[in-house]
């Protein structure tokens, strides 16, 4: 029986866990270099050029999910190479391709999406005491990403879910831009 096509399939879902996971790599190691690297900063630039480097800082993500997107896919193509879609192509180079950095992106979309949306349902549902003491928590449980017991907490589990139907929405909007232009081709 074929699953509906709203359902999150399974590269959906691998998607997802695999981008927590990352997430959850970066935050563990942006924990551990925070402190030196904010000190060496702040005794050897000026304010103006760390904010800056604050500010490009928000893209960092982009460019390790496109990095480890691309090692991920050389891996593959060496060993598994019949696991690739066929739009993936061969990857190739030692930087990354255009769909490379289009999982790069959209990772960092999905991340701030479904992240997002996690705050709206536990800010709406999630009961708490008139301090904020419970809403505090299931922020400090959303955002522990560098924390491994709190990869299996509600809020965590929750965001993983919304980011895998984001990815099946992705799934679903190329598999139609696909359709389209095949068809478009095939009347010509």
């Known amino acids: 029986m074929k699953s509906p096509a709203w359902f999150p399939s399974p590269g959906s879902w691998m998607s997802a866990i695999l981008l ?3 997430m959850s790599a970066i935050a563990f190691v942006i924990k551990l270099t925070s402190e030196p690297v904010g000190q060496f900063l702040e005794q050897n630039l000026s304010t103006r050029l760390r904010w800056s480097l604050a500010a490009l800082s928000i893209l960092l993500p982009i460019l390790v999910i496109a990095v480890t997107h691309h090692l991920l896919h ?10 690739q879609s066929p739009e993936m192509g061969r990857t190739e180079g030692f930087f990354p391709g255009l769909m490379s950095w289009w999982e790069g992106m959209y990772g960092w979309l999905v991340i701030f999406v479904s992240t997002t949306v996690t705050i709206a349902i536990i800010a709406a549902f999630f009961p708490f005491d008139s301090s904020g003491y419970a809403f505090l928590y299931y922020m400090q449980t959303l955002f522990a990403w560098d924390d491994p017991k709190h990869l299996l907490s509600a809020p965590v589990i929750g ?8 990815y ?11 359709n389209d232009r095949h068809n478009t081709h095939s009347r010509r």
């Open 20 to 22: 927590t996971l990352l």
């Open 74 to 83: 050389l891996y593959l193509d060496r060993f598994f190479p019949d696991t």
């Open 159 to 166: 965001r993983t879910i919304i980011a895998a139907y984001l």
């Open 168 to 178: 099946q929405f992705e799934h679903l909007v190329r598999r139609r831009w696909k």
